[in-house]
């Protein structure tokens, strides 16, 4: 996310350099505050960063959602293994290796997560649950960057 929100501001940056430099090349015989107008172009307004923290988080959270939803899957077959796994007398009871115990497909890494995902409900269900996420991470990033941008 930083790397999206700092290639964000370098195009405004630019942008407002470019602005400034055909204003400059028009007002040629008018005396302007190049430093005012140097400080103006490098500075955020607060609207600025708290936009861009947005963007930023909301494309990072876009691109790396499918692999977090893995990650929480794997995790909660791993914990719900460790709690199903009864303590046998005999070791006798047999268990198929592809299902989890109560009828669910069994992940056998992060890759397989992700396949056994879309093959069950296409790209929507690599990112079921993203909306909850958004709200959590996009707004906590916006005031993020605007505080670290003013101060």
């Keep these: 996310q930083h790397f999206i929100y700092e290639q ?12 400034i430099g055909v204003r400059g090349n028009s007002n040629k015989g008018r005396r302007r505050n190049s430093r005012d107008g140097n400080a ?3 500075a955020l307004s607060p609207i600025e960063a708290f936009a861009f923290g947005a963007l930023a988080k909301l494309v990072a959270t876009v691109l790396t ?9 794997l995790r909660l077959q791993r914990k719900k293994n460790q709690l199903s796994q009864p303590s046998h007398a005999n070791g006798s009871q047999h268990r198929d290796p592809t299902k989890d115990g109560i009828g669910e497909s069994y992940y056998e890494g992060t ?3 992700l396949y056994k995902q879309f093959s ?3 790209l929507p269900a690599l990112f079921k649950g993203m909306k909850a ?12 960057f605007l505080t670290n941008e003013q101060t």
């Design 120 to 122: 069950r409900g296409g």
């Design 8 to 19: 964000l501001r370098l195009l405004l940056m630019d942008s407002r350099r470019r602005r």
């Design 40 to 42: 103006h172009s490098q």
């Design 65 to 73: 959602y499918p692999l977090q939803l893995a990650q929480v899957l």
């Design 133 to 144: 996420k958004l709200l959590q991470t996009v707004m906590t990033a916006a005031f993020t």
């Design 111 to 113: 890759l397989d997560c």
